[in-house]
C-alpha cells in the first residue's frame, strides 16, 4: 500500500437523502463524527436533488444533530454548485450548465407543459425544469419528448418526479467539472448514493458506494454493471454504508483515495 501521503485530500461526493443522511442516529454520528476529526483533509461535496434552501432548512432541524456544512453543494440534481461558505455558484462549472440550458425553461415549457398528467414542481428552478408524474406511461412519453429535444430527463421515487436536465449535465458530470476545476482528479475522490437519480454519479469513474438501503431498481443496474472502478455495494445503510465504503476503497488494490481510513 502507498505511504501516507499528508499533503492529499479526500473528496467524498455523497447523496443526501437516503445516503448521507441515511442509517440510525449512531450510524450518523459516527461518520459525521469521522469526518469532523478529519475535517482538514476532507473536501465534503453534498450531490443532492435538493436546491440550497432545502438543504439550509437540515440545519435548523432538529433532527440531524451534527450534520457537517459541505464545502461545496452541488444541488437541483446537478445543474447548481455553490461554494457553501461563501453562498457563491462556483462560475467554471455554473456557466458550463448554464450555457448547456440556454432557452431551456421556455424550450421544455412549450414541449411538456400541457402534457396530461404532468404537474410542474412549485419552485423556480433555474437551470432544470420539473414535474410531478401521474403514472409511468406519463413519465416514459414525457422523457421521449425531452430526449428528442436533446434534454436529459431522470425520473425518481417510483416515477413520481420528474426532471428535466441541460443536455450531458446531472450530477456525475457535474462532481467531475467541479473536481477539475479544485485541480484534483478521480482517484483522489469517492462518491455515494442510494438511488437510480445517483446513476450518473456512481459511474462517473470515481470509486463508489451504493449503500445497503439502496432502491431494487438501483441493485438491479448493479448486477449489470460492468464498468471500471467497479461500484461497491455496501450491506450496510446510509452512513454506516458510507463508513464502510471508505474502508472498503481504503484496501482495494486499485488506485483510489487517501488512506485515511474510517
Ligand atoms: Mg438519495
Redesign the pocket.
Known amino acids: 500500500m502507498e505511504p501516507l501521503q499528508k499533503e492529499r485530500r479526500l473528496i467524498l461526493g455523497t447523496?443526501?437523502?437516503?445516503?448521507f443522511l441515511?442509517g440510525d442516529r449512531p450510524q450518523r454520528q459516527a461518520l459525521y463524527r469521522w469526518i469532523a476529526a478529519h475535517r482538514d483533509r476532507v473536501v465534503l461535496v453534498f450531490v443532492?436533488?435538493r436546491d440550497r434552501a432545502l438543504i439550509e432548512a437540515l440545519y435548523g432541524d432538529g433532527d440531524w444533530p451534527d450534520l457537517p456544512a459541505p464545502d461545496y453543494a452541488i444541488g437541483d440534481v446537478g445543474t447548481t454548485v455553490t461554494d457553501w461558505r461563501t453562498g457563491q455558484p462556483v462560475a467554471a462549472v455554473q456557466d458550463w450548465i448554464a450555457h448547456r440550458w440556454g432557452s431551456g425553461s421556455d424550450r421544455v415549457a412549450v414541449l411538456l407543459d400541457g402534457l396530461p398528467g404532468l404537474r410542474r414542481q412549485p419552485g423556480s428552478f433555474q437551470y432544470r425544469r420539473s414535474y410531478f408524474c401521474e403514472d409511468a406511461a406519463t413519465g416514459d412519453r414525457a422523457i421521449a419528448l425531452a430526449q428528442a429535444a436533446g434534454y436529459g430527463a431522470i425520473l425518481s421515487d417510483g416515477g413520481q418526479f420528474l426532471d428535466i436536465l441541460p443536455p450531458g449535465v446531472s450530477k456525475g458530470p457535474t462532481f467531475l467539472r467541479l473536481l477539475e476545476t479544485l485541480g484534483h482528479g478521480p482517484a483522489d475522490a469517492i462518491v455515494a448514493?442510494?438511488?437510480l437519480?445517483?446513476w450518473s454519479l456512481l459511474t462517473c469513474g470515481v470509486p463508489a458506494i451504493a449503500v445497503g438501503n439502496r432502491e431494487p431498481a438501483l441493485t438491479q443496474r448493479l448486477s449489470q454493471w460492468s464498468g471500471q472502478p467497479p461500484i461497491y455495494p455496501s450491506p450496510q445503510p446510509g452512513a454506516a454504508g458510507i463508513l464502510d465504503g471508505l474502508r472498503h476503497w481504503a484496501t482495494a488494490r486499485v488506485p483510489g483515495p487517501p488512506a485515511i481510513v474510517p
Open positions: 447523496d443526501l437523502d437516503g445516503t441515511g443532492t436533488g448514493g442510494d438511488t437519480n445517483d
